[in-house]
């Protein structure tokens, strides 16, 4: 296992992953990101996102440097008017067959490293009610899961409906 910063040429595999997590989370169909977003929204002048992945040896492969990419976490800083810079943990995605396998934890963990390195005072991420084994995870990890804060979310639909009726 090897976990090191994502690079331009691994965003068709984090898509992949992406539409993993979609189809996990029961909205297969909600995603509408494409590589070339990933490419050019992760790797122009100004970033929009950062991600780490997580790779394994290509057992399917000839080549013995062949690697696939099994993981991801992909994050992007925010500011706090309390805090200051922080890091939001966008998601965080490990291949179904390779849950359990520590992977998620090296990612987190890598996260966690990030975030001290850049002097952060939060990292901050959502996590939904119903994933119980996530929750217990980062509760026995130190985090805290807020019960008194709703996530509030304006999709393009709402966007539209709203700036029509300005």
Known sequence: MNIRKGEKKDMKAVLEL????????????????????LERDGFGDYPLFHTFVAEVDDDSSD???AKQIVGIALYYYRYSTWKGKTIHLEDLIVKEKMRGSGLGFALYSKIIEQGKLDKVRRIEWAVLDWNTPAIDFYIKSGAKVLDDWRVAQMDENGINEFLSKL
């Open 63 to 65: 080549s013995e440097q």
């Open 18 to 37: 992406i539409q993993e997590l979609a189809t996990f989370e029961k909205e297969p169909d909600a995603v509408v990101v494409t590589v070339a977003d």
